[in-house]
């Protein structure tokens, strides 16, 4: 990347802030116009897709558009970004998303500071979550691998499936979970419950390092092998 580390990580926060602001502000919304969970929640699901593609479009030439704690995890153990790199990038996501989280109530002219009281816990919220951020690591790495440029596409098609096949509503980001945390309206997660739910996020991620650092690599001699 040519950009200097302040550039990326205005980025990564800025992009997470608009990211969080889009999932907490599109929720509000929905919320005040039907009763309707079901069509609530894909009021919330089509918004947060299409931000994903525009963001990592426009974000991602300036810090590679990770704006999530388990992505730039990866990448850190695909020694793409120093530990001290990612360390910043991870500070910068969680703060650019409880900013975001803040403007969706301003915008919505509700009380600034909140703390949820959505209960989101259980084996089977955790195993939703591992799946969800798997499968969202997979979207990258092989995009990254095969189609580069669909990569924008890819995560914002994966996330927009994920809200909908996953029981936990795919949070896939620690960065995301943690700004959840502090909106008491549609999009909100217990704070007690987000130990859990970011410890499952950063598995899945793992999990998915360990098999697509196998699944991609490409045999090209007898002796010799390319790792994506």
Do not use: K
């Not at 999530?68 to 793409?80: D, G, I, K, S, Y």
């Not at 403007?103 to 591992?130: D, K, Y």
């Not at 896939?172 to 987000?194: E, H, K, M, Q, S």
Request: net charge neutral; with cysteine.
């Amino acid at each position: 990347m040519g950009f200097d580390l302040q550039r990326r990580l205005v980025a990564e926060a800025l992009g997470t802030g608009v990211l969080v602001a889009t999932v907490v502000g599109s929720g509000i919304m929905a919320d005040r116009l039907t009763g309707d969970a079901a069509l609530a929640l894909l009021a919330n699901t089509l918004p947060t897709g299409a931000i994903l593609v525009v963001l990592i479009t426009c974000l991602g030439p300036l810090s590679g558009a990770h704006f999530n704690p388990a992505v730039t995890m990866v990448f850190a153990l695909r020694r793409e970004l120093a530990a001290g790199e990612a360390a910043a990038y991870v500070l910068a996501q969680m703060l650019g998303g409880l900013i975001g989280t803040l403007v969706a109530h301003a915008m919505f002219e509700l009380p600034l500071f909140q703390v949820s009281a959505t209960i989101r816990t259980g084996p089977a919220q955790w195993l939703a979550e591992s799946v969800a951020t798997f499968g969202l690591l997979l979207a990258i790495l092989a995009g990254l691998r095969f189609r580069a440029d669909a990569v924008p596409w890819l995560v914002g098609l994966y996330i927009t499936a994920a809200y909908w096949f996953t029981a936990s509503t795919s949070f896939a980001n620690p960065a995301v979970a943690l700004a959840r945390a502090v909106t008491d309206t549609f999009a909100g997660i217990r704070p007690a419950d987000l130990p859990a739910f970011i410890a499952a996020e950063c598995l899945g991620a793992a999990l998915a390092f360990a098999l697509l650092r196998w699944l991609l690599v490409e045999r090209e001699t007898a002796g010799t092998a390319r790792v994506a």
